[in-house]
Every structure is written in C-alpha cells, then in structure tokens.
C-alpha cells in the first residue's frame, strides 16, 4: 500500500465528496472552512484526519463519503474550452498508442492538456511527452496541475505546429488531437520510430476518411478507425435499465502503425483480432 494511500487527508488536500443524493464536490480543504453546497454545508476541521472511504455529514444531517480525486477526477477539472475527449475514449487511446512506462511519445495540439497530462502519468517516472500548441494560451494552468500531480519533469509543453515544426525523433507514440490530422502524418513519419504509433482524434466522417486514407498513401499499417459507444445501466433490484441518457458518438479514433513501406493503400487490411 502507498504511502499516500496509507496517510489521512489533511489542510491543504484537494478532496471529493460524494453525497447520498448523488452530488460530487470538489474542494481544497482550509482551516475553519464552512463549504456550502445543495446538501448543506460541511466543515472542513471534521474532514481532516478521516481516512479515505470516510463519511461526513453535512449540518442538516446529509451524509457523504470522502476520497481524493483520481487522476481522472483531477483531469477533468481542468478548464476546457477545445474538443472533449470523454473518458471512455481516453483509455482506448492508450491501449492503442501502446505508450508504458518509460515511452516518449509526440502529442498536439495540447489544448486543455487533459490528454497530454494523463500520457504523461502513464509514461512516468522516465518517459517524457512533448505537447504542442500554437498559442500556449493554456500553458500556465497546466503545468500547475502537472506539478499538483508530480508530473512536471514528464510532461514538456511546446508552443510550435504539429504539422511540420516538431523537433523530436525515435518516438514511440505520435497523437494528433488537430483539425486536420493528415496534414500531421509526414511529419509524424519522420518523428517515429519503426513499428511507432500514429493516433488520431476527430469528431466528423469526413475527417476521418481524410485520415485513413492518407495514412495508407503514406506507409501506415491501419490497427483501428471507428468509434466507442457504451451504455450505462441504473442498476436496482426489481427495475434495473439503461441510463435514458448516454454518451453515443463523441470522436472518432484512427490508430496505425509506421512501417517502412513508401505505400500500403493497394493492400486488403484486417483489424487485430479483439478490434472487430
């Protein structure tokens, strides 16, 4: 067991709270805080001290139960005004990128740096993960949360274009979170190592064929295009159903891998077995 996990929370921790309605809050604990919220208000001395999985009871007598965030959880705080990646394509976009402790991997453009940051814990404690933007505009919020979760000397973010400006060779992973993401695949050839990954994420049909298409022209051997689409269920004896509401389309993944081929487009591609 870590020594985090071992350890009580204490001022100073960021902190959720889950309630028995159902609400989810977030706050960094401060000495003789009242923190208010649809479910009364909770004092943060009597949170200090409590274990993980504790509960806590609001003045009005609701109960809560108190964690800190996951990695997700303090991800998804994160101010977001680009493209959402929802977590349930997050996690495909790992496996498919093949990146593990210790890889280094291209990505851009960084955006919220939701999906830089997440790599980088993965990659972690040697990898490292050169994000690019153009602008940098998010910059300073990131690295706040990179050095909240022990991932500065990880992640290093770069204001530069994707498309043709980036410096690094021999990477094992190169992820194009852009507009036109096959305007990104020469120079993603010459970044990656043989057998490298190259993924994509777009929201629109035209995007996607676009990408396919171009990363066959030029070498790549296809492992995916498609999207995710889960269905969660209410789960309660005698009347368990699905959610009414779910996440269907939310992007599109492309995932191939370099070869050194000059052309692949006359070939006939399978998926991996487990893909399809």
Request: charged letters at 30%; glycine letters at 10%.
């Given at each position: 067991?870590?020594?985090?996990?071992?350890?009580?929370?204490?001022?100073?921790?960021?902190?959720?709270?889950?309630?028995?309605?159902?609400?989810?809050?977030?706050?960094?604990?401060?000495?003789?805080?009242?923190?208010?919220?649809?479910d009364g208000y909770f004092e943060t001395d009597q949170i200090v001290s409590l274990a993980e999985g504790g509960e806590i009871r609001s003045n009005i007598g609701r109960r809560g139960v108190v964690f800190r965030p996951l990695l997700l959880e303090h991800l998804l705080s994160l101010p977001r005004r680009t493209q959402i990646i929802y977590p349930k394509d997050f996690g495909f976009i790992l496996v498919l990128s093949g990146v593990r402790p210790g890889s280094r991997v291209v990505e851009g453009g960084t955006g919220s740096g939701v999906l830089a940051l997440l790599l980088a814990a993965y990659v972690a404690p040697n990898g490292k993960i050169y994000s690019y933007d153009i602008d940098g505009e998010n910059f300073p919020a990131i690295m706040k949360m990179a050095e909240r979760l022990g991932l500065s000397h990880v992640?290093?973010?770069?204001?530069?274009?994707?498309?043709?400006?980036?410096?690094?060779?021999?990477?094992?992973?190169?992820?194009?979170?852009?507009?036109?993401?096959?305007?990104?695949?020469?120079?993603?050839?010459?970044?990656?190592?043989?057998?490298?990954?190259?993924?994509?994420?777009?929201?629109?049909?035209?995007?996607?064929?676009?990408?396919?298409?171009?990363?066959?022209?030029?070498?790549?051997?296809?492992?995916?295009?498609?999207?995710?689409?889960?269905?969660?269920?209410?789960?309660r004896h005698g009347m368990t159903r699905p959610h009414h509401i779910s996440r269907a389309h939310t992007v599109f993944i492309v995932a191939a891998r370099k070869t050194e081929f000059e052309s692949l487009s006359d070939w006939t591609l399978k998926l991996p077995d487990g893909l399809r």
């Open positions: 067991m870590s020594e985090m996990s071992e350890s009580r929370i204490t001022h100073g921790d960021r902190v959720l709270i889950v309630t028995e309605t159902g609400h989810r809050y977030f706050l960094t604990l401060r000495k003789g805080q009242l923190f208010h919220t649809a992640l290093e973010l770069k204001k530069g274009d994707i498309y043709s400006g980036v410096e690094e060779v021999g990477v094992d992973a190169f992820i194009a979170d852009v507009p036109q993401p096959w305007d990104a695949i020469d120079q993603a050839k010459k970044s990656l190592r043989g057998g490298g990954m190259f993924v994509s994420i777009v929201p629109t049909v035209e995007q996607l064929v676009k990408t396919s298409e171009k990363l066959r022209e030029r070498g790549f051997l296809e492992y995916f295009s498609g999207e995710l689409i889960i269905r969660p269920w209410r789960v």
